[in-house]
Antibody, heavy 122, light 109 residues
Framework: QVQLQESGPGLVKPSETLSLTCTVS????????WSWIRQPPGKGLEWIGL???????DYNPSLKSRVTISFDTSKNQFSLKLSSVTAADTAVYYC????????????????WGQGTLVTVSS | SYVLTQPPSVSVAPGQTARITCGGN??????VHWYRQKPGQAPVLVVY???ARPSGIPERFSGSNSGNTATLTISRVEAGDGADFYC????????????FGGGTKLTVL
C-alpha cells in the first residue's frame, strides 16, 4: 500500500520560501508521477504542479513563476519550493500520487498524503 | 482558462439518490474525476475517467459525462456520505494544468 507523508515548517515568514518534502513508502518514486495540491482554510482545492517520472514538470500557470518541484530518488522523496510567499499562500498542502493517461489526456490523483498546514505570518 | 462549475450545496434524505453536477465547456470531451473530502481529512478518489470506481469504493457511487455536464450520482445515500465533493479535469487547450471545481457540500438530512 502506497503511503505519502508531507513534512516541513508549519510557519513561514512573508517574502520567504516555503519548502516541503513528501516521503513515499510502499513503492518507488521513480515509477510514478507526483503532484502538490493545496487548500486554503475553508476553501477548495488548488493544484500546484506535477513532476513526471522523467523529471519533467508542469505547473499551475498562476503559480509557475514561484514554484519548483523536484525529486530526491535516493530518499524516495519529492519536494516543493514556493518563493516570495504571502498570506494568500496559507493553506493545507497535500502531496499526491498522480495517474497520467494519454488518450484522452487525463490526470488524476489516487493516493494522497494527510496534508500539512503551512501558515504565512510574521 | 477552463472553469468547472459545481453547486455549492446539495441536500438529500437518507435512502434517496444524490446527484452532484459539474459544468464545463464541452466537458464531455474530457475525462472527469471526482473526490470526496470529509472534514479534517485528505480527499479520496471516488470516481475516475468519468465513471470508473477505484477499489474499495461502493457501487452506490457512479458517474456520467456528456455535453457540458458531468454528474456524480450517489444511490441509497447514507448518513456517512455527508462530505465535500470535487470534480477535476486536465486541460491542455492552452496551458497544461489541472482544474478543480469549486466543490459541493453534500448534506444528508
Amino acid at each position: 500500500q502506497v503511503q505519502l507523508q508531507e513534512s516541513g515548517p508549519g510557519l513561514v515568514k512573508p517574502s520567504e520560501t516555503l519548502s516541503l518534502t513528501c516521503t513515499v513508502s510502499g513503492g518507488s518514486i521513480s515509477s510514478f508521477h507526483w503532484s502538490w495540491i493545496r487548500q486554503p482554510p475553508g476553501k477548495g482545492l488548488e493544484w500546484i504542479g506535477l513532476i513526471y517520472h522523467s523529471g519533467y514538470t508542469d505547473y499551475n500557470p498562476s503559480l509557475k513563476s514561484r514554484v519548483t518541484i523536484s525529486f530526491d530518488t535516493s530518499k524516495n522523496q519529492f519536494s516543493l519550493k514556493l518563493s516570495s510567499v504571502t498570506a494568500a499562500d496559507t493553506a493545507v498542502y497535500y502531496c499526491a500520487r498522480t495517474v497520467v493517461a494519454a488518450t484522452p489526456e487525463s490526470v488524476d490523483f489516487d493516493y494522497w498524503g494527510q496534508g500539512t498546514l503551512v501558515t504565512v505570518s510574521s | 482558462s477552463y472553469v468547472l462549475t459545481q453547486p455549492p450545496s446539495v441536500s438529500v434524505a437518507p435512502g434517496q439518490t444524490a446527484r452532484i453536477t459539474c459544468g464545463g465547456n464541452n466537458i464531455g470531451s474530457k475525462s472527469v474525476h471526482w473526490y470526496r473530502q470529509k472534514p479534517g481529512q485528505a480527499p479520496v478518489l471516488v470516481v475516475y475517467d468519468d465513471s470508473a470506481r477505484p477499489s474499495g469504493i461502493p457501487e452506490r457511487f457512479s458517474g456520467s459525462n456528456s455535453g457540458n455536464t458531468a454528474t456524480l450520482t450517489i444511490s441509497r445515500v447514507e448518513a456517512g456520505d455527508g462530505a465535500d465533493f470535487y470534480c477535476q479535469v486536465w486541460d491542455s487547450t492552452s496551458d497544461r494544468y489541472v482544474v478543480f471545481g469549486g466543490g459541493t457540500k453534500l448534506t444528508v438530512l
